[in-house]
């Protein structure tokens, strides 16, 4: 059995796991990102590599970063919750633990471990996954492979322009699907409901505190679940622009599965339902043709690790 580390980078925490090649995480490690300093990130994850490899024989460690990798997977060029700027972070790390090491997108890793163990793991050939969190990430495999592009930087699907002259989007751009269908915008979509309706939100304003303001992800989705009608529009509306996505995705990659992951995708079908409905209405003149089903990340929060491994154990 061949055991690897991977290793997922976040704004607030480094959360670390040795993953057999089951896809099984036997053990796991996680410390605070201090994410303000290039230096002491960099100690902290192979903190947590030193930690996990100790009395084990690793063959190899994957990194996980929110960020922009180049195309050799082994430099950081930008992230934009990190201190990272061109961070040689592979050769740091090997350096320090003596180990193989990649570096590769953390929406990349989460795909992949959804294509080789989780939703899609019945799927040969092809998966696009929507990750659905604070923004909109993802990762697209075609050919049994992760589709990285010619700079290392493809599948930055949250980025998809979706309204044209839209809402300013911290790309840069304006109208970006990441605007339309994260958590971030639920949130937005909520708020302004309720304070447009508040006779429709109470059990959202209740737990806001009466400060439309005040509403956040969890709130809404406790509301929702308690029948707050504004709440559920709020996820019809994500749902609806998420659906559309979904289905461009369709008809350009004509993927096996789609996936939805992330921290918005535990509302379950408050979500789903949604999203499912509006993605059968964008391809309802493709009927007579297979298309892909879309089905719910399942491996949670361990994805990152899951999928850092089993890139590394492929070096």
């Not at 060029?77 to 790390?93: G, H, K, M, S, T």
Request: net charge negative; aromatic share 4%; proline share 4%.
């Amino acid at each position: 059995m061949t055991l690897t580390i991977g290793v997922d980078v976040g704004g607030t925490k480094v959360a670390g796991g040795v993953v057999d090649d089951t896809g099984k995480v036997l053990v796991q490690a996680r410390r605070d990102t201090p994410a303000d300093n290039v230096a002491k990130t960099r100690d902290v994850i192979i903190e947590v590599v030193t930690e996990l490899a100790a009395g084990r024989e690793i063959y190899a460690v994957g990194i996980g970063a929110a960020g922009w990798i180049d195309v050799s997977r082994s430099t950081v060029l930008f992230a934009p919750n990190l201190a990272w700027r061109d961070e040689p972070l592979r050769e740091y790390v090997s350096v320090a633990t003596g180990l193989p090491v990649i570096v590769e997108n953390d929406g990349n890793v989460a795909a992949w471990a959804e294509f080789r163990y989780g939703a899609a793991r019945q799927a040969d050939d092809s998966m696009v996954m929507f990750t659905i969190g604070t923004g909109v990430g993802g990762g697209i495999v075609l050919g049994g492979e992760l589709v990285r592009g010619a700079n290392g930087i493809a599948a930055e699907l949250g980025h998809m322009l979706t309204v044209p002259d839209g809402h300013q989007c911290g790309c840069g751009r304006l109208g970006c699907i990441e605007q339309y269908a994260s958590g971030s915008a639920l949130v937005r979509f909520a708020r302004a409901a309720a304070r447009q309706e508040p006779h429709r939100a109470t059990a959202l304003l209740e737990l806001a505190g009466g400060e439309a303001e005040a509403v956040t992800g969890p709130m809404v989705t406790a509301a929702a679940q308690g029948g707050d009608p504004v709440s559920a529009e709020a996820f019809a509306q994500v749902g609806r622009w998420l659906g559309t996505s979904l289905a461009d995705m369709a008809q350009i990659l004509d993927p096996q599965v789609l996936v939805v992951g992330g921290g918005v995708v535990e509302a379950g079908d408050l979500l789903l339902g949604p999203t499912r409905r509006s993605f059968a209405d964008a391809l309802a003149q493709r009927n007579r043709l297979p298309v892909a089903e879309v089905r719910p990340a399942e491996l949670g929060n361990t994805a990152g690790v899951i999928g850092a491994a089993d890139l590394a154990r492929r070096l």
